[in-house]
C-alpha cells in the first residue's frame, strides 16, 4: 500500500535520476570495510553496485520493490542512499530517528527549511562537498550534468570536520584498519 508521501511507482518522474558509481568515491575514506550498508531507494542499484564492487556488504530497498524506507527498517551499520528529493526533509527526519550513521546525497539548498534548521541544531550535520558535479542519469537512460551542487549530508559518522571538502579524482587505499585512505598522486 501506497502512503501518500512517497513517489510516484512510475519511470519519469521529477524523483527518477540515477545516481552515478562514481558518488560513492567521496564517501569511501569514511567508512568502515566490514559495515553493511542499507540503500534504502536503491532505484536501479548504481550506488549498490559500486559499494559491492569495493567488497562491502549491502542491503538495497527501493519504493518500486514495495519497501518503503518511512515505515520499514533492516539492520545495518549505515544508510547511505540519493534520497527521492521530493522526500528530502522525511528520509533525514527518518535517519535520525533511526540513529543509525547515515549519508544521503542531497542538493546544497537542503540547508535550508525551517524545519531542517531544527534537526540540524539538535542532532549536529556534516557535510562531504565534492569539487565536481555528479552526471545523474536521467529517466531517458542518458547521463545529464547536474544544475545543482550536491553534498554528503552525514550523521553520526564523526567526519574530521563539519565540511569536508573532497577531490573526486584522487585514488584511495584502504588502510590496515578497514577505514580508507586519500593517497595523492
Not at 536501479?44 to 514495495?66: A, M, P, R, Y
Not at 526533509?89 to 527549511?113: I, W
Not at 556534516?126 to 550523521?155: H, M
Amino acid at each position: 500500500m501506497r502512503s501518500k508521501n512517497q513517489p510516484p511507482m512510475k519511470k519519469g518522474s521529477p524523483d527518477d535520476f540515477q545516481t552515478p558509481i562514481k558518488a560513492i568515491d567521496c564517501l569511501l575514506p569514511y567508512l568502515k570495510k566490514d559495515w553493511t550498508i542499507w540503500e534504502c531507494a536503491s532505484g536501479k542499484g548504481n550506488l549498490v553496485k559500486g559499494f559491492t564492487e569495493k567488497g562491502f556488504n549491502t542491503i538495497s530497498t527501493d519504493i518500486l520493490q514495495g519497501v518503503d524506507f518511512l515505515e520499514n527498517y533492516f539492520e545495518c551499520d549505515i544508510i547511505i542512499t540519493n534520497p527521492p528529493y521530493s522526500l528530502k526533509e522525511k528520509f533525514l527526519e527518518r535517519c535520525y530517528e533511526l540513529g543509525k550513521p547515515f549519508a544521503l546525497l542531497m542538493p546544497l539548498t537542503a540547508l535550508e527549511s525551517e524545519k531542517r534548521h531544527k534537526l540540524y541544531r539538535k542532532y549536529g550535520i556534516q557535510l562531504i562537498i565534492p569539487n565536481k558535479r555528479f552526471n545523474f542519469e536521467t529517466p531517458s537512460g542518458n547521463g545529464s550534468g547536474s544544475w545543482f551542487c550536491t553534498a554528503w549530508f552525514c550523521g553520526n559518522i564523526n567526519l574530521p570536520k563539519d565540511l569536508n571538502f573532497t577531490e573526486l579524482d584522487k585514488p584511495f587505499i584502504l588502510d590496515g584498519n578497514n577505514r580508507s585512505k586519500m593517497k595523492l598522486k
